[in-house]
DNA sequence: GAAATAAATAGTAATAATTCCTATTATTAA
DNA sequence: TTAATAATAGGAATTATTACTATTTATTTC
């Protein structure tokens, strides 16, 4: 994958943010760098990145969100201000018991709990 | 919600395979019945079953997957066949943890283990 | 049981998210 | 510096899903 200012400055977006976001937003801040990139060029690096290990893919209902945070973790989402926060959750039970109970060799676990954070208590 | 018999055949369609069928290969098995049913009808009764409880609608990725299976379980999906298998994993940790530790209120947990089921030892 | 009411339908158009295509541009290797 | 080719912009195409509308059908009322 050789160099590209486009991808570059994609990259720098979403580490810059907690917030999950979606191609469209990145999309939306980009244009404020390179005015005239295509939506395309932003879905292409980001499924680029994808591959490189360099960011994740979540996906949130039918829409795919970016999180530059790759070590293994798991996602809270608030139903009231749809904030979607990162947490890291144990999962060696679980793990073990679909090892156990199903004979099911687990390579990636995704866990996310719906609910209500602590600003709005 | 009055009787249709639509609605009725979707159902039982639904409720007549464990593979967790997306809205399109629903559409096809109805069509075996009434061959002139529209998309339309199937994603609205798909939505309107949802609505009522009767049946669950999970996202695999970006695609909408339904589900007659209504009590609370989580999912493993294999990589290599594509299955999706309906477990029960204890959760009640998982609970606790965000409880005490991010005072989150949890109102639904979404388990998906990835990995290689027992068909490919 | 027939007419009135309104929910559901078929068929099709529209939308949203994403991917694909192609001529042009930019990065890298020689 | 040039040759090779990956990446881009811009737009068309695709996929999954929702919305619209005239017509049909299930239910309600007399």
Redesign the interface.
């Given at each position: 994958m050789r160099y590209s200012h486009q991808r570059e400055i994609i990259s720098e977006i979403v580490h810059s943010t907690n917030s999950h976001p979606t191609a469209d937003w990145v999309y939306g801040e980009v244009r404020r760098y390179i005015p005239n990139i295509s939506l395309g060029t932003v879905y292409r690096n980001l499924k680029q990145l994808t591959d490189e290990g360099i960011i994740r893919t979540i996906?949130d209902?039918?829409?795919?969100r970016y999180d530059w945070n790759r070590s293994p973790h798991d996602h809270?989402k608030?139903?009231v201000c749809g904030e979607m926060?990162d947490?890291q959750?144990?999962n060696d039970?679980?793990?073990r018991?679909?090892k156990d109970?199903?004979?099911?060799?687990?390579?990636?676990?995704?866990?996310?709990?719906?609910?209500?954070?602590?600003k709005h208590a």
């Amino acid at each position: 994958m050789r160099y590209s200012h486009q991808r570059e400055i994609i990259s720098e977006i979403v580490h810059s943010t907690n917030s999950h976001p979606t191609a469209d937003w990145v999309y939306g801040e980009v244009r404020r760098y390179i005015p005239n990139i295509s939506l395309g060029t932003v879905y292409r690096n980001l499924k680029q990145l994808t591959d490189e290990g360099i960011i994740r893919t979540i996906y949130d209902g039918a829409v795919a969100r970016y999180d530059w945070n790759r070590s293994p973790h798991d996602h809270l989402k608030c139903n009231v201000c749809g904030e979607m926060i990162d947490v890291q959750l144990p999962n060696d039970g679980l793990r073990r018991t679909v090892k156990d109970e199903y004979d099911f060799e687990v390579s990636d676990v995704e866990i996310t709990l719906v609910g209500k954070c602590n600003k709005h208590a």
